[in-house]
């Protein structure tokens, strides 16, 4: 159980961009100590890379992360999930595990790791600039300590919700997947502009800027999107065209099946 931070020792196992992000963000916040952090992956560039970036221990074995630490954090690829919880269910019988894995159930780690403590997350790649949508799940017999720990965890890189586990496939789509589908968005209304003859580059930072602004002022309007598209849209207006264009699209048909099809792909993944 982790009941004080001081003592924890966290072991990650892969070490891409989004292992690389959240510990960007726990390291910056100080919220745990650079020497009780260790990595391991079996890419070694990959591992000395992020090693070095952070100024984080770097271990050449998994039998060493675990005699070193108490909670681990894995972010491997998620085919790879059965061999790598055979090679360590020996190890983890009383450690905290959290798993940013997409796909792979609670009850798969359970099934390797009866005895473990298991934290399903779901982040996404806004870790990067600080900026995550992350939700968090868990079993019944967690700890609420070590839920807490996760939940905290993950706030070093952005917000973070409480969820449960039937939901987190559709917040894999949603979330998970979501900032490609912005981007694409964003794209393509820079792209509709410069069809007209502006400069796509200034498209695209109008594009880009007009989604951060908006997105702002829905957190600070407390989610009202509705009143929010009516105080931008006057009676008979430009805007007032472009949502009648929306409306009478099959824009939210595109949407559903995006959405639905992107669930389907992380539960076919589990």
Do not use: H, W
């Amino acid at each position: 159980m982790v009941s004080n931070i001081n003592e924890v020792k966290l072991g990650v196992i892969g070490c891409g961009k989004m292992a690389s992000a959240i510990l960007k963000g726990v390291v910056n916040n100080g919220f745990l100590k650079n020497d009780n952090i260790f990595l391991y992956d079996t890419n070694q560039d990959n591992l000395n890379a992020l090693a070095d970036k952070l100024n984080l221990g770097a271990l050449f074995s998994l039998d060493e992360l675990l005699s070193k630490t108490n909670v681990i954090l894995i972010a491997i690829k998620p085919f790879g999930i059965d061999s790598l919880l055979n090679e360590i269910k020996d190890g983890c019988s009383n450690k905290l595990i959290m798993s940013i894995l997409a796909g792979v159930k609670l009850e798969k780690y359970k099934k390797y790791l009866p005895e473990g403590q298991i934290v399903r997350i779901m982040p996404n790649t806004p870790a990067l600039v600080n900026e995550a949508m992350s939700a968090v799940c868990a079993l019944d017999d967690i700890d609420s300590a070590n839920f807490d720990f996760a939940f905290k965890f993950m706030g070093n890189c952005g917000k973070v919700i409480k969820t449960t586990e039937d939901k987190i496939d559709i917040i894999t789509a949603l979330s998970g997947s979501g900032p490609a589908f912005y981007f694409k968005i964003i794209e393509l209304l820079a792209k509709s502009a410069s069809k007209l003859g502006l400069d796509y580059k200034q498209a695209l930072l109008l594009s880009t800027q007009t989604a951060l602004g908006s997105a702002k002022m829905i957190f600070e309007n407390n989610f009202d999107i509705d009143t929010l598209i009516k105080n931008v849209t006057t009676p008979g207006g430009c805007t007032e065209v472009g949502n009648n264009v929306l409306s009478g699209s099959d824009i939210e048909n595109i949407f559903d099946k995006t959405i639905k099809d992107t669930m389907q792909k992380a539960i076919d993944l589990g």
